[in-house]
């Protein structure tokens, strides 16, 4: 299947800075990606849709401003989150869509902690 | 907006027992998907059905859809200890790749 790199696979911050994760998409094009975030012992909550070329979509109650997202490229997205809190703190998880766009795939996930 | 519910949340079996994890969708799909986590990990892809009464199966799980009672079920059979994991269904609407999570199953399998 295809494969949808995610890095860095950790973080750590300090409150105040900003962090950027980044998500590629390694043997295909992918004109739109996803955002999810996950807490401890919860599901995954779609944050947002990044699409190449254009604005993100945001769900309701996602900060646009607090998380930026670039979709600069068919193969690359990057999500911000800018003056990071440690309520941020949680497992991101990036997904594309492959060719047939029936089958998602997942990235490995970035878990950030900030302190 | 599309609801995925997911019974049970918690799941606790004896090796060698069969059981079924249920997952309802509140509107209209073309696309189911079931995936396993481990912890600390991401997600792995175990099915994608695509149709009403798509049935796949891989090892000791299947799985169903019935797109007219918007259910899917993921069904174990004689459950080992490596299939202990959180398992979510996911369904993405008609014209919309966005999924939406139910809230996932955690699966203990106990010798």
């Known amino acids: 299947g295809a494969v949808v790199s995610q890095h860095p696979s950790r973080v750590i911050c300090k409150s105040g800075t900003s962090v950027k994760i980044e998500c590629r998409s390694l043997?295909?094009?992918?004109?739109?990606m996803f955002w999810y975030r996950q807490f401890p012992k919860q599901s995954l909550m779609l944050m947002a849709t990044s699409n190449e070329g254009s604005k993100a979509t945001y769900e309701q109650g996602v900060e646009k401003d607090k998380f930026l997202i670039n979709h600069a490229s068919l193969t690359l997205s990057t999500l911000t989150v800018t003056s990071a809190h440690p309520e941020d703190s949680s497992f991101y998880i990036c997904?594309?869509?492959?060719?047939?766009?029936?089958?998602?795939?997942f990235g490995q996930g970035t878990r950030l902690t900030v302190v | 907006e599309l609801k995925v519910e997911q019974n049970p949340l918690f799941l606790s079996m004896q090796e060698g027992k069969n059981y079924t994890i249920y997952c309802n969708y509140s509107?209209?799909?073309?696309?189911l998907y079931w995936y396993r986590q481990d912890p600390g990990k991401s997600l792995e892809s175990l099915f994608v059905?695509?149709?009403?009464?798509a049935v796949k199966q891989e090892g000791r799980l299947m799985a169903s859809l019935d797109t007219k009672a918007r259910l899917s079920t993921l069904h174990i059979t004689a459950a080992v200890h490596d299939l202990s994991a959180t398992y979510f269904c996911a369904v993405a609407p008609y014209n919309n790749n966005d999924m939406r999570f139910g809230a996932g199953t955690r699966l203990t399998v106990k010798p």
């Open positions: 997904s594309a869509n492959g060719a047939t766009n029936t089958e998602a795939f």
């Open positions: 509107t209209t799909s073309d696309r």
């Open positions: 043997d295909f094009q992918a004109t739109t």
């Open positions: 059905l695509l149709s009403n009464g």
